[in-house]
Protein backbone atom coordinates (compact mmCIF):
# COMPACT_ATOMS: atom_id res chain seq x y z
CA UNK A 1 0.00 0.00 0.00
CA UNK A 2 1.94 3.10 -0.66
CA UNK A 3 1.24 5.92 1.52
CA UNK A 4 -0.64 9.12 1.64
CA UNK A 5 0.13 12.57 2.11
CA UNK A 6 -1.25 15.43 3.60
CA UNK A 7 -3.72 18.23 2.55
CA UNK A 8 -6.85 19.79 1.07
CA UNK A 9 -7.06 20.97 -2.51
CA UNK A 10 -8.29 20.33 -5.52
CA UNK A 11 -7.62 21.19 -8.60
CA UNK A 12 -8.52 20.43 -12.80
CA UNK A 13 -5.78 20.03 -15.64
CA UNK A 14 -5.39 19.86 -19.20
CA UNK A 15 -3.47 17.57 -21.18
CA UNK A 16 -1.60 18.61 -24.24
CA UNK A 17 1.10 16.31 -26.38
CA UNK A 18 3.96 18.13 -28.27
CA UNK A 19 6.74 17.55 -30.39
CA UNK A 20 9.28 19.21 -32.71
CA UNK A 21 10.20 22.79 -33.08
CA UNK A 22 7.64 25.76 -33.31
CA UNK A 23 5.91 26.55 -36.63
CA UNK A 24 2.69 28.40 -35.90
CA UNK A 25 0.08 29.34 -38.34
CA UNK A 26 -1.29 32.64 -37.41
CA UNK A 27 -0.58 34.95 -33.83
CA UNK A 28 0.11 33.37 -30.80
CA UNK A 29 -2.28 34.89 -28.25
CA UNK A 30 -0.80 37.31 -25.51
CA UNK A 31 1.25 36.26 -22.64
CA UNK A 32 -0.37 36.94 -19.46
CA UNK A 33 1.23 39.77 -17.62
CA UNK A 34 4.38 39.78 -15.78
CA UNK A 35 3.48 38.70 -12.34
CA UNK A 36 5.93 39.73 -9.33
CA UNK A 37 9.31 38.16 -8.53
CA UNK A 38 9.26 35.17 -5.90
CA UNK A 39 11.81 36.84 -4.04
CA UNK A 40 10.55 39.26 -0.74
CA UNK A 41 7.26 37.51 -0.54
CA UNK A 42 6.71 34.81 1.73
CA UNK A 43 4.83 32.40 0.30
CA UNK A 44 6.88 31.60 -2.13
CA UNK A 45 9.85 31.25 0.52
CA UNK A 46 8.36 29.47 3.26
CA UNK A 47 6.34 27.09 0.38
CA UNK A 48 9.76 25.97 -1.15
CA UNK A 49 11.24 25.46 2.55
CA UNK A 50 7.93 23.64 3.63
CA UNK A 51 8.22 21.62 0.20
CA UNK A 52 11.57 20.31 0.85
CA UNK A 53 11.10 18.91 4.42
CA UNK A 54 8.24 17.09 2.84
CA UNK A 55 9.64 15.58 0.77
CA UNK A 56 12.85 14.77 2.18
CA UNK A 57 11.07 11.41 3.92
CA UNK A 58 11.35 9.11 1.04
CA UNK A 59 7.65 7.72 1.92
CA UNK A 60 6.13 11.01 0.59
CA UNK A 61 3.97 9.84 -2.38
CA UNK A 62 1.77 13.14 -4.30
CA UNK A 63 2.50 15.85 -2.00
CA UNK A 64 -0.03 19.23 -1.78
CA UNK A 65 -0.29 22.19 0.40
CA UNK A 66 -1.27 25.94 -0.13
CA UNK A 67 1.89 27.58 1.17
CA UNK A 68 -0.85 30.88 1.02
CA UNK A 69 -3.02 29.02 3.68
CA UNK A 70 -0.13 28.06 6.03
CA UNK A 71 1.87 31.41 5.84
CA UNK A 72 -1.73 33.44 6.16
CA UNK A 73 -2.85 31.47 9.10
CA UNK A 74 0.65 31.12 10.53
CA UNK A 75 0.83 35.21 9.97
CA UNK A 76 -2.18 35.73 11.91
CA UNK A 77 -1.20 33.52 14.60
CA UNK A 78 2.05 35.16 15.11
CA UNK A 79 0.13 38.75 15.48
CA UNK A 80 -0.96 37.21 18.84
CA UNK A 81 2.03 36.36 20.30
CA UNK A 82 5.03 38.72 22.12
CA UNK A 83 8.97 37.99 23.01
CA UNK A 84 11.34 35.31 21.14
CA UNK A 85 8.10 33.56 19.96
CA UNK A 86 6.91 36.29 18.07
CA UNK A 87 10.74 36.43 16.70
CA UNK A 88 10.32 33.04 15.61
CA UNK A 89 6.92 33.62 13.41
CA UNK A 90 8.77 36.44 12.17
CA UNK A 91 11.68 34.78 10.89
CA UNK A 92 10.09 31.90 9.60
CA UNK A 93 8.12 34.29 7.18
CA UNK A 94 11.49 36.18 6.46
CA UNK A 95 10.84 39.54 7.74
CA UNK A 96 12.17 41.54 10.13
CA UNK A 97 11.57 42.47 13.33
CA UNK A 98 10.88 45.92 13.10
CA UNK A 99 7.30 46.40 13.49
CA UNK A 100 7.05 48.12 9.94
CA UNK A 101 8.37 45.47 8.01
CA UNK A 102 6.41 42.81 10.02
CA UNK A 103 3.03 44.85 9.61
CA UNK A 104 3.96 45.39 5.84
CA UNK A 105 3.97 41.33 5.27
CA UNK A 106 1.17 40.86 7.02
CA UNK A 107 -0.66 43.06 4.90
CA UNK A 108 1.09 41.28 1.97
CA UNK A 109 -0.46 37.72 3.06
CA UNK A 110 -3.38 39.79 3.78
CA UNK A 111 -4.25 41.07 0.44
CA UNK A 112 -2.94 37.74 -1.03
CA UNK A 113 -5.53 35.43 0.25
CA UNK A 114 -8.55 38.12 -0.09
CA UNK A 115 -7.43 37.69 -4.29
CA UNK A 116 -7.54 34.47 -3.90
CA UNK A 117 -11.17 34.16 -2.21
CA UNK A 118 -12.43 36.40 -4.30
CA UNK A 119 -11.11 34.85 -7.71
CA UNK A 120 -13.44 32.32 -7.17
CA UNK A 121 -15.57 31.51 -9.94
CA UNK A 122 -13.10 33.27 -12.28
CA UNK A 123 -9.90 31.07 -13.16
CA UNK A 124 -10.77 28.33 -10.37
CA UNK A 125 -13.77 26.91 -8.15
CA UNK A 126 -12.39 27.52 -4.77
CA UNK A 127 -13.99 26.29 -1.00
CA UNK A 128 -11.40 27.21 1.54
CA UNK A 129 -11.68 27.76 5.68
CA UNK A 130 -8.51 28.37 8.01
CA UNK A 131 -9.34 28.00 11.80
CA UNK A 132 -7.40 27.89 15.01
CA UNK A 133 -8.66 25.44 17.56
CA UNK A 134 -8.20 25.82 21.14
CA UNK A 135 -8.08 23.41 24.08
CA UNK A 136 -9.18 24.16 27.34
CA UNK A 137 -8.18 27.66 27.38
CA UNK A 138 -8.52 31.03 28.86
CA UNK A 139 -10.53 33.68 27.59
CA UNK A 140 -9.34 34.54 24.33
CA UNK A 141 -9.10 38.19 23.42
CA UNK A 142 -12.19 39.04 21.10
CA UNK A 143 -9.64 41.95 19.33
CA UNK A 144 -7.41 39.33 18.13
CA UNK A 145 -10.54 37.01 16.77
CA UNK A 146 -11.75 39.86 15.32
CA UNK A 147 -8.47 40.96 13.75
CA UNK A 148 -7.63 37.31 12.44
CA UNK A 149 -10.96 36.68 11.12
CA UNK A 150 -10.96 40.26 9.15
CA UNK A 151 -7.68 40.23 7.69
CA UNK A 152 -6.58 36.68 7.79
CA UNK A 153 -9.68 34.62 7.36
CA UNK A 154 -9.29 32.93 10.45
CA UNK A 155 -11.73 31.50 12.78
CA UNK A 156 -11.52 30.44 16.44
CA UNK A 157 -13.34 27.38 17.42
CA UNK A 158 -13.14 25.78 20.86
CA UNK A 159 -12.56 22.12 21.35
CA UNK A 160 -14.72 20.27 23.92
CA UNK A 161 -13.35 18.47 27.04
CA UNK A 162 -13.48 15.47 25.33
CA UNK A 163 -10.45 12.74 24.49
CA UNK A 164 -8.39 13.24 21.21
CA UNK A 165 -11.24 11.19 19.22
CA UNK A 166 -13.57 13.60 20.02
CA UNK A 167 -11.01 16.45 18.89
CA UNK A 168 -10.57 14.86 15.76
CA UNK A 169 -13.74 14.04 15.13
CA UNK A 170 -14.58 17.49 15.64
CA UNK A 171 -11.97 18.22 13.65
CA UNK A 172 -12.83 16.10 10.31
CA UNK A 173 -16.17 17.39 10.75
CA UNK A 174 -15.38 21.04 10.52
CA UNK A 175 -13.19 20.16 7.70
CA UNK A 176 -15.66 18.63 5.64
CA UNK A 177 -18.10 21.28 5.97
CA UNK A 178 -15.24 23.52 5.24
CA UNK A 179 -14.57 21.67 1.94
CA UNK A 180 -18.49 21.74 0.59
CA UNK A 181 -18.98 18.11 1.77
CA UNK A 182 -15.58 16.60 0.58
CA UNK A 183 -14.26 14.36 2.48
CA UNK A 184 -10.95 15.17 3.78
CA UNK A 185 -7.98 12.28 3.77
CA UNK A 186 -7.62 10.52 7.25
CA UNK A 187 -5.17 11.83 9.57
CA UNK A 188 -2.50 9.44 10.65
CA UNK A 189 -1.60 9.26 14.17
CA UNK A 190 -3.66 11.37 16.88
CA UNK A 191 -4.47 14.72 18.12
CA UNK A 192 -2.97 15.04 21.27
CA UNK A 193 -3.72 18.63 22.17
CA UNK A 194 -3.81 19.27 26.23
CA UNK A 195 -4.88 22.02 27.99
CA UNK A 196 -4.04 25.61 26.39
CA UNK A 197 -3.05 23.66 22.59
CA UNK A 198 -3.68 25.98 19.96
CA UNK A 199 -4.31 23.99 16.81
CA UNK A 200 -3.87 25.74 13.37
CA UNK A 201 -6.33 24.09 10.55
CA UNK A 202 -6.39 24.84 7.00
CA UNK A 203 -8.56 23.04 4.15
CA UNK A 204 -8.43 23.80 0.52
CA UNK A 205 -10.94 22.34 -2.60
CA UNK A 206 -9.07 23.86 -5.81
CA UNK A 207 -10.47 23.49 -8.80
CA UNK A 208 -8.72 24.91 -11.82
CA UNK A 209 -10.20 25.89 -15.03
CA UNK A 210 -8.86 26.03 -18.46
CA UNK A 211 -8.72 28.71 -21.37
CA UNK A 212 -9.86 25.58 -23.56
CA UNK A 213 -11.65 22.02 -22.49
CA UNK A 214 -10.25 19.10 -23.42
CA UNK A 215 -12.83 16.96 -25.40
CA UNK A 216 -13.52 13.52 -25.31
CA UNK A 217 -11.80 12.56 -28.24
CA UNK A 218 -8.78 14.25 -26.92
CA UNK A 219 -8.17 11.51 -24.44
CA UNK A 220 -6.72 7.91 -23.97
CA UNK A 221 -5.40 5.77 -21.97
CA UNK A 222 -1.80 5.74 -21.68
CA UNK A 223 1.02 4.17 -19.10
CA UNK A 224 1.80 6.61 -16.19
CA UNK A 225 5.44 5.65 -14.94
CA UNK A 226 5.28 6.41 -11.43
CA UNK A 227 6.54 5.27 -8.47
CA UNK A 228 4.06 2.46 -9.67
CA UNK A 229 3.40 2.08 -13.75
CA UNK A 230 -0.34 2.53 -13.76
CA UNK A 231 -2.73 3.31 -16.86
CA UNK A 232 -4.39 6.02 -16.98
CA UNK A 233 -6.47 8.21 -18.93
CA UNK A 234 -4.44 11.34 -20.60
CA UNK A 235 -5.60 14.53 -21.67
CA UNK A 236 -4.45 16.08 -25.15
CA UNK A 237 -4.29 19.76 -26.77
CA UNK A 238 -2.00 21.74 -28.48
CA UNK A 239 -2.29 25.54 -27.88
CA UNK A 240 0.51 28.63 -27.12
CA UNK A 241 2.18 28.61 -23.84
CA UNK A 242 5.30 30.25 -22.13
CA UNK A 243 7.56 27.39 -21.68
CA UNK A 244 11.04 27.17 -20.85
CA UNK A 245 13.24 24.14 -21.20
CA UNK A 246 16.69 24.12 -18.92
CA UNK A 247 18.73 22.01 -20.87
CA UNK A 248 21.56 21.81 -18.00
CA UNK A 249 18.98 21.08 -15.19
CA UNK A 250 17.20 18.61 -17.77
CA UNK A 251 13.69 20.37 -16.62
CA UNK A 252 10.72 21.79 -18.96
CA UNK A 253 8.97 24.62 -17.16
CA UNK A 254 5.61 25.12 -18.65
CA UNK A 255 3.03 27.82 -17.56
CA UNK A 256 -0.43 27.54 -18.38
CA UNK A 257 -2.40 30.37 -17.63
CA UNK A 258 -6.37 29.52 -16.06
CA UNK A 259 -9.60 31.09 -17.14
CA UNK A 260 -9.44 34.43 -17.13
CA UNK A 261 -5.67 35.02 -16.41
CA UNK A 262 -6.10 35.88 -12.33
CA UNK A 263 -3.75 32.23 -11.80
CA UNK A 264 -1.35 30.15 -13.63
CA UNK A 265 -0.73 26.88 -13.20
CA UNK A 266 3.68 26.30 -13.42
CA UNK A 267 4.19 22.10 -14.13
CA UNK A 268 7.96 21.37 -13.80
CA UNK A 269 9.21 17.79 -15.79
CA UNK A 270 12.12 16.42 -16.07
CA UNK A 271 13.15 15.55 -19.70
CA UNK A 272 13.79 11.66 -18.89
CA UNK A 273 11.37 8.91 -16.55
CA UNK A 274 13.11 9.39 -12.65
CA UNK A 275 11.54 9.77 -9.61
CA UNK A 276 11.63 13.69 -8.03
CA UNK A 277 14.53 13.45 -5.63
CA UNK A 278 16.80 14.96 -8.11
CA UNK A 279 14.71 18.10 -9.05
CA UNK A 280 13.22 18.45 -5.34
CA UNK A 281 16.83 18.93 -3.96
CA UNK A 282 17.63 21.16 -6.89
CA UNK A 283 14.60 23.88 -6.49
CA UNK A 284 15.83 27.65 -4.98
CA UNK A 285 13.96 30.79 -5.47
CA UNK A 286 16.58 32.23 -7.55
CA UNK A 287 16.28 28.83 -10.02
CA UNK A 288 12.39 28.91 -10.08
CA UNK A 289 12.59 32.90 -10.56
CA UNK A 290 14.97 32.31 -13.73
CA UNK A 291 12.84 29.81 -15.31
CA UNK A 292 9.42 31.67 -15.30
CA UNK A 293 11.55 34.56 -16.50
CA UNK A 294 13.02 32.84 -19.22
CA UNK A 295 9.67 31.14 -20.71
CA UNK A 296 8.13 32.40 -23.50
CA UNK A 297 5.10 32.28 -25.71
CA UNK A 298 5.20 29.10 -28.45
CA UNK A 299 3.26 26.24 -29.72
CA UNK A 300 3.28 23.28 -27.36
CA UNK A 301 1.34 19.82 -27.90
CA UNK A 302 0.82 19.10 -23.70
CA UNK A 303 -0.47 15.85 -22.43
CA UNK A 304 -1.82 15.26 -18.88
CA UNK A 305 -2.78 12.02 -16.90
CA UNK A 306 -6.47 12.54 -15.73
CA UNK A 307 -6.09 12.56 -11.78
CA UNK A 308 -7.25 13.15 -8.13
CA UNK A 309 -5.30 13.91 -5.21
CA UNK A 310 -6.36 14.17 -1.53
CA UNK A 311 -3.59 14.62 1.19
CA UNK A 312 -3.82 15.66 4.69
CA UNK A 313 -0.59 16.62 6.28
CA UNK A 314 0.96 17.30 9.89
CA UNK A 315 3.19 20.12 9.72
CA UNK A 316 4.51 20.32 13.31
CA UNK A 317 7.76 18.43 13.19
CA UNK A 318 8.36 20.14 9.47
CA UNK A 319 7.93 24.03 11.14
CA UNK A 320 10.08 22.57 14.37
CA UNK A 321 12.97 21.93 12.27
CA UNK A 322 12.48 25.43 10.15
CA UNK A 323 13.59 27.24 13.19
CA UNK A 324 9.73 27.82 14.88
CA UNK A 325 10.08 25.82 18.44
CA UNK A 326 9.42 27.95 21.51
CA UNK A 327 5.60 28.22 20.12
CA UNK A 328 5.50 24.40 20.72
CA UNK A 329 6.50 24.77 24.49
CA UNK A 330 4.06 24.90 27.28
CA UNK A 331 6.44 26.54 29.46
CA UNK A 332 7.97 29.34 27.16
CA UNK A 333 5.81 30.05 24.58
CA UNK A 334 4.21 33.59 24.78
CA UNK A 335 0.91 34.04 23.01
CA UNK A 336 -0.06 36.79 25.64
CA UNK A 337 -1.42 39.03 22.51
CA UNK A 338 -4.07 35.42 21.58
CA UNK A 339 -5.36 35.60 26.06
CA UNK A 340 -4.09 37.44 28.63
CA UNK A 341 -1.76 35.83 31.13
CA UNK A 342 1.85 35.84 28.83
CA UNK A 343 4.03 32.48 28.95
CA UNK A 344 2.72 29.06 30.03
CA UNK A 345 -0.53 29.42 29.33
CA UNK A 346 -0.49 29.06 25.53
CA UNK A 347 0.97 27.29 23.22
CA UNK A 348 0.84 25.85 19.66
CA UNK A 349 -0.04 22.52 19.54
CA UNK A 350 -0.19 21.38 15.68
CA UNK A 351 -0.61 22.99 12.25
CA UNK A 352 -2.93 20.23 10.13
CA UNK A 353 -3.52 20.89 5.95
CA UNK A 354 -5.94 18.93 4.23
CA UNK A 355 -6.03 19.76 0.85
CA UNK A 356 -7.46 17.96 -2.48
CA UNK A 357 -6.40 18.19 -6.06
CA UNK A 358 -8.57 17.14 -9.78
CA UNK A 359 -6.54 16.64 -12.89
CA UNK A 360 -9.23 17.35 -15.27
CA UNK A 361 -10.31 18.75 -18.43
CA UNK A 362 -12.94 21.54 -17.61
CA UNK A 363 -12.71 25.12 -19.27
CA UNK A 364 -14.18 28.28 -17.84
CA UNK A 365 -16.64 28.64 -20.23
CA UNK A 366 -20.08 27.78 -20.39
CA UNK A 367 -20.03 26.34 -23.41
CA UNK A 368 -17.44 23.99 -24.09
CA UNK A 369 -15.05 25.70 -26.66
CA UNK A 370 -13.47 22.33 -28.19
CA UNK A 371 -12.04 23.52 -30.97
CA UNK A 372 -7.82 23.24 -31.62
CA UNK A 373 -5.81 26.08 -32.26
CA UNK A 374 -3.99 26.09 -35.57
CA UNK A 375 -0.62 24.60 -34.83
CA UNK A 376 2.43 23.10 -36.46
CA UNK A 377 5.24 21.10 -35.25
CA UNK A 378 4.62 21.78 -31.34
CA UNK A 379 7.18 21.43 -28.56
CA UNK A 380 6.31 18.30 -27.04
CA UNK A 381 5.19 18.22 -23.03
CA UNK A 382 4.54 14.66 -22.71
CA UNK A 383 3.66 14.30 -18.70
CA UNK A 384 3.59 10.26 -18.19
CA UNK A 385 6.20 10.47 -15.20
CA UNK A 386 6.21 12.32 -11.78
CA UNK A 387 6.03 16.29 -11.92
CA UNK A 388 6.02 19.02 -9.92
CA UNK A 389 2.95 21.38 -9.25
CA UNK A 390 2.49 25.02 -8.66
CA UNK A 391 -0.53 27.29 -8.72
CA UNK A 392 0.25 31.62 -8.86
CA UNK A 393 -1.56 34.24 -8.23
CA UNK A 394 -1.08 36.70 -11.59
CA UNK A 395 -2.10 39.76 -9.54
CA UNK A 396 -0.22 39.49 -6.19
CA UNK A 397 2.36 36.51 -7.38
CA UNK A 398 1.57 34.31 -4.55
CA UNK A 399 2.36 30.85 -4.37
CA UNK A 400 -1.13 29.47 -4.05
CA UNK A 401 -0.56 26.04 -4.06
CA UNK A 402 2.30 23.77 -4.54
CA UNK A 403 2.75 19.86 -4.79
CA UNK A 404 4.18 17.24 -6.57
CA UNK A 405 2.31 14.01 -8.39
CA UNK A 406 4.61 10.81 -7.73
CA UNK A 407 1.68 7.98 -8.74
CA UNK A 408 -1.66 8.31 -10.41
CA UNK A 409 -4.19 5.55 -9.49
CA UNK A 410 -4.86 3.07 -12.35
CA UNK A 411 -4.76 -0.23 -13.72
CA UNK A 412 -1.30 -2.06 -12.21
CA UNK A 413 1.23 -3.12 -14.80
CA UNK A 414 3.74 -4.68 -12.69
CA UNK A 415 5.78 -3.87 -9.26
CA UNK A 416 8.24 -0.51 -9.46
CA UNK A 417 11.39 -0.94 -10.73
Not at 81 to 106: I, N, P, Y
Not at 144 to 166: C, E, I, T, Y
Not at 335 to 354: D, Q, Y
Request: proline share 5%; glycine share 8%; charged share 20%.
Amino acid sequence: MLPRLPVCLLISLPVLLVQGSSSIKGSAPASPPPTPSPFGDPTWALGLKLYQSLRSDVSSVNTLFSPLLVASSLGALGTGASGTTASEFQDLLGVSSFAKHSSQTRELLSSALNSFVVSNLTSFHLHTSSAVFSKLVPAVSPAFVKDSKAKFRLQHQPLGKGDSKADLELLQGWVKEGLDGLEGAPLEGEIKAGAGALILVNAVHFKGLWEREFSDDSKDSRIFLGKKYTKVMMMHRAGFYRLYEDVANMVQVLEVPLWGGKASLVLLLPFHVEDLARLDKLLTLELLSKWLENANSTSVAVSLPKANITSTVSLQKHLLALGLTDAWDPKVADFSGVSAGGKGVLHLGNVLHWASMELAAHSGKEEADLEEENIEKPRLFYADHPFIILVKDNVTGALLLMGALDHVEGEPLHDEL
